[in-house]
């Protein structure tokens, strides 16, 4: 859990993040927005906020490269919701961008290390 007090951190800084988060979300199987952004501010114990503004331009965004799908089915309220699939090519994207991430917070834990003197 953030510390009382403590915002969160908003979509802002998700930018570049925010396709990986929404590709592993799906990765379990098919889910519809509103879904996608309870999983990740859930698992981040609500350190990461989705923004509509920022979640539905990502989920066209990932649907245009190919990387998801989407179709039209009930909500758990029996409502029309549109829910989103990773595709196969979805699937190798999230693993090049899981080991890029991985890399990435490497790299940034080395620098931030004291350095040796």
């Known amino acids: 859990?953030?510390?009382?007090?403590?915002?969160?951190?908003?979509?802002?800084?998700?930018q570049g993040t925010l396709d990986l988060l929404i590709l592993q979300t799906l990765?379990?199987?098919?889910?519809?927005?509103?879904?996608?952004?309870?999983?990740?501010?859930?698992?981040?114990?609500?350190?990461?906020q989705v923004e509509h503004g920022s979640l539905y331009p990502a989920l066209h965004r990932l649907q245009n490269r190919g990387w998801i799908k989407s179709e039209w089915g009930p909500s758990e309220n029996n409502r029309k919701a549109r829910f989103y699939r990773?595709?196969?090519?979805?699937r190798k994207?999230?693993?090049?961008?899981?080991?890029?991430?991985?890399?990435?917070?490497?790299?940034?834990?080395s620098v931030l290390k004291p350095a040796r003197e």
């Open 1 to 14: 859990m953030p510390k009382p007090g403590a915002p969160p951190l908003d979509a802002d800084l998700l």
């Open 27 to 48: 990765l379990p199987g098919p889910a519809h927005g509103h879904t996608i952004a309870h999983v990740i501010e859930h698992r981040s114990d609500e350190v990461l």
């Open 86 to 90: 990773l595709t196969a090519a979805g």
């Open 93 to 109: 994207q999230l693993l090049r961008q899981t080991s890029r991430w991985e890399q990435l917070v490497a790299a940034v834990n």
